[in-house]
Structures are given as C-alpha cells and as structure tokens.
C-alpha cells in the first residue's frame, strides 16, 4: 500500500507544518487504533470498528489515508479520513453515449485511471471524514488549511477532491474560498418510523388503500421464499455468491465510485459483530437475494443488496428487501430507517422521504473537467428520472 506508517509519518513531522498545528499521515490504523479512537464514541462513523474492516477487505482500487492533527502541546485538535480511489470504464455504465463516434472518444478518455480524493466514507451514508476536537476558531481554521494543503500534495495529484457529507455547523467559506464548488444533488431515503407502530401490521395500516395494497401483495408473492439471519460461518462459505448478487445491483447504477468485494461482506461482520446482520433469501435452498443492515444508535441503515433478477418479478424480491428492512426497524423501536439512494421512487412509495446531503468538490485537469460535467449531468438525469410529486403514502396526510 505504498510507504509504510513510519515512512510516511516522518515526511509529514517534518515538511508539513503550519503555524500552531502539525501533521501526521498513516496508510493504515494498524499500530494507531488506540490514537486513533481516543476521542470517538464507539458509534462514530470514524470510529476504528467502522473503518478497519475496509482494510482488511482489500477491495480493488481503493486506498485509505489517515489524517491526525496536533497543536503545539501535543494535544489532538482534529483527525481526517480520505479514502483514495481511482476512476475508469468499470466504475459507471458504459457506454453512455449512442453515436458510435462519441463512444469511441468516450471509451479513449475513460480508459485512462483518474484519481479521487475523498473526505468521506463512500461505503456509508452521512459519513463525513473529517472531526474537528477543538471549539478555538484559529486553530479549527489552521488544521483545516494544513488538511487541504496536505491533500493538494498527494502524489499521485487527485484528479477530482471530495468532501463528502460536509457537516451544516461547519463554513462553508473553508471550502468555497479554495477553489471547492458545493455540489448538493446527491440525497438518500429516509423513512421516518412513527412511535405507534409496534409491528409491521401497524404500519400497513397507517398507509393509503393503494399503497397498502402494493405492500400485501408482494408479502403474498414471499410466498416459497425461506429468509434467515446468516452467521459470520454463513457468510464465509458464501461469499463469493454474494459478491455476484451486489454486482447485479451495482452494475445498473449510473456511476459507482467503489464496490464490494467477497471479503467487504466477511469482514463488515468480522468488526461490527451484532451490529452488522445479513439475511439470505433462498428458494429451493439457493441464495436468490441477500441484504445487510448496519445498526446505528438512532437510526437502522439498510446497507448494500444484492439480487438475482430472474427472481425479482416472481417474487418481487427488491419490495420484499424494502418491507424487512422497515419491519426490521420497527423491531428493534429504531426511530428512522436509513434507505439508500438509489431506486428512490421505490422507497417515495414505501414511505420514505428525501433527505440531502451536501458535498463539496474540485477537479484538477480539463480532460477531467470535461468528463465530470457529463458524469453529473448523467447522473442527475438518473436521480431525477421519477418525478417526485408530493405523494400522500399514509392517511391523514
């Protein structure tokens, strides 16, 4: 993974320094965990327990930086998380143009690696990968700039920098005076889980005649399908299906900055224990759909799916995925559950509204510039293709 911690703790102490705050890089948590963690609640989305296990999966193209910023009495006032990725044809739906001409140029410009920058866990939804431990306005500033110095010296240089989930109480003016656009398209579904919904039932019954309709019947269309809790043994001897279910569903998303692999699923149960649960779908005692739900303090996530799509319509398996994770939710009394972004007009009509983000990015180099207009406007095009009317889903709206 490129220079060692040692290495690149060495480089960092004594060429990276700014003002009151100094600097220390590391490739990897291993022999910083206690550091590291130091100032996190267990549940925090820096938290080692949330991190190591993209480590531990290798997963392709994708490389970590750690960040841990020091005033000058030693004190952490600050900690940074980039996750570096590189960017070519496998990581969108090639090819997006029709001309065959321009598919041709498409296919010359994208075959080239372009790398990313990112402040943020792409694995996770509301992570942002930066924390700031001290309330002084000077050196909050001053550990941000020596951040963003740090990064613009990458090597190799980041065609694209990200700041993922940019938190609402930090400047925006931090960002936006270094070049960095905001970028506020990207949101997630989010179902809100009323207080008197003690069983599923209850939440079936809160909903308008049409919709409630939808949800029994593809509680009838279950039928023939068995669904249980996979054990970590469970999840070992089968990975490999897995991986190949989360590939049919991330191959038909517009683009894809990262993915899975075999060993993301292992090791996600490996480091969260009880916090992280895998269902298998079966019919005839095959693996036909999977889903995992990450639990977090206030709010039930439904993580990364996968599905066999000869199955889908018979048994309207993506709905099904959609109804347990909801019935899951209610189950452990958790207050929202956390949906995703894709498919989104699936979870308007299962309840769920939209909830946004805010990033804020920079591209380096015109080639890349060119390309990410298109990507966005592509991708934009593909989040809006369902028109999000105010829908009135349960009664007494």
Not at 29 to 53: C, E, F, K, M, N
Not at 165 to 172: C, L
Not at 307 to 329: C, G, K, P, Q
Request: net charge positive; with cysteine.
């Amino acid at each position: 993974m490129g220079k060692s911690a040692k290495e690149i703790v060495w480089v960092a102490s004594s060429l990276i320094l700014a003002g009151s705050v100094r600097i220390e890089q590391y490739d990897s948590l291993s022999g910083i965990l206690s550091v590291w963690d130091a100032l996190l609640p267990h549940r925090h989305p820096l938290h080692s327990s949330r991190l190591i296990y993209l480590e531990h999966a290798q997963l392709p193209y994708v490389r970590f930086r750690y960040m841990l910023i020091y005033n000058e009495d030693g004190h952490l006032v600050a900690q940074a998380y980039f996750q570096l990725t590189e960017f070519f044809l496998p990581h969108y739906r090639y090819p997006l143009l029709q001309w065959a001409p321009l598919r041709w140029l498409e296919k010359q410009l994208m075959q080239h690696r372009r790398h990313i920058a990112t402040c943020g866990n792409l694995f996770q939804v509301a992570a942002p990968g930066l924390v700031l431990h001290t309330s002084d306005p000077s050196l909050r500033h001053a550990a941000f700039e020596l951040i963003a110095d740090t990064v613009d010296a990458f090597n190799p240089a980041p065609n694209l920098l990200l700041f993922k989930d940019w938190p609402d109480e930090e400047p925006a003016d931090l960002l936006t005076g270094r070049g960095y656009r905001r970028f506020g398209e990207n949101g997630t579904m989010v179902l809100e889980v009323r207080p008197d919904w003690s069983h599923f039932s209850d939440y079936v019954a809160a909903m308008r005649h049409r919709y409630a309709q939808r949800v029994r019947k593809a509680r009838r269309l279950r039928n023939g399908l068995s669904c249980h809790e996979a054990t970590l043994s469970e999840i070992e001897a089968h990975a490999g299906r897995l991986e190949q279910l989360y590939r049919n569903v991330a191959e038909k998303q517009a683009l894809r900055l990262v993915w899975a692999n075999a060993a993301y699923f292992k090791e996600l149960k490996r480091s969260l224990g009880q916090a992280a649960r895998m269902f298998f779908y079966c019919r005839d005692g095959n693996i036909i759909a999977f889903r995992t739900e990450i639990v977090h303090k206030q709010e039930l996530e439904l993580h990364l799916i996968g599905i066999d799509y000869r199955f889908n319509t018979t048994h309207w398996l993506y709905f099904n995925i959609l109804y347990d994770a909801i019935e899951s939710a209610i189950s452990l009394g958790m207050p929202r559950l956390e949906m995703g972004r894709t498919a989104p007009y699936a979870k308007l009509i299962a309840g769920a509204e939209k909830k946004h983000f805010v990033h804020y990015y920079r591209m380096h180099g015109f080639v890349a510039r060119i390309m990410s207009r298109f990507l966005l406007a592509v991708y934009k095009k593909n989040i809006r293709r369902k028109a999000f009317a105010s829908l009135r889903i349960f009664r007494g709206q």
